[in-house]
């Protein structure tokens, strides 16, 4: 009886959804970087999207996850492209360029939470607990927020599927049919 109660708070209900509806939406794309052998690319966006998550909380005002899930895309995908401009030079591989991305992403994050930190109300503003995963803290807002990406994301998957196995499985013969590898 008191696991029924305990399924049936509101609260676990929340962190259930928001941890469902994220680990599908992560491993349908993580699958891809696994195949591609480049599962470093997700660490690099992650540790990247610190100074993005940061940016968005500063420039919201207080914890904001479309502002915070913004700055972390934008922060992330320049990591990530800075990794691809890094490895099409010759004598860098990609994962050399990748850990730039992580390393230099990572201390400008550090940097800005840490000037952050230092803010007279940054003790309430519960960001150090969104950054390093309070599961808890998941708001029914976020989980608006985390499906329509979630499901935007897994659409993009299904309509391109047939050029994302053919680039991963056989980029040659994706190359010469004309698709863009």
């Known amino acids: 009886e008191a696991m029924w109660e305990l399924l049936q708070d509101p609260t676990v209900i929340t962190v259930a959804l928001g941890a469902l509806m994220l680990g ?3 491993g349908a794309l993580g699958t891809f970087a696994v195949l591609r052998r480049q599962s470093l690319l997700g660490d690099t966006m992650s540790h990247a999207a610190l100074p993005g998550v940061v940016l968005g909380y500063l420039i919201a005002g207080g914890r904001s996850l479309p ?3 913004g700055g972390a895309l934008v922060t ?3 990591a990530a492209l800075l990794a691809v401009a890094l490895s099409r030079r010759r004598g860098v591989k990609g994962e050399s360029a990748l850990g730039v991305g992580l390393g230099t992403g990572f201390a400008l994050g550090v940097v800005l939470l840490s000037f952050v930190q230092r803010q007279p109300d940054a003790g309430s503003a519960g960001l150090e607990q969104f950054l390093f995963g309070q599961a808890a803290a998941t708001l029914r807002s976020d989980l608006v927020t985390i499906g ?14 047939r050029k994302l196995k053919l680039t991963i499985f056989d980029p040659h013969f994706a190359r010469a049919n004309g698709v863009r590898v």
Do not use: Y
């Open 148 to 161: 329509v990406l979630g499901s935007l994301s897994l659409t993009v998957v299904a309509l391109l599927f």
């Open 76 to 78: 992330g995908l320049a």
């Open 24 to 26: 599908g939406t992560a």
């Open 67 to 69: 502002f915070m899930l």
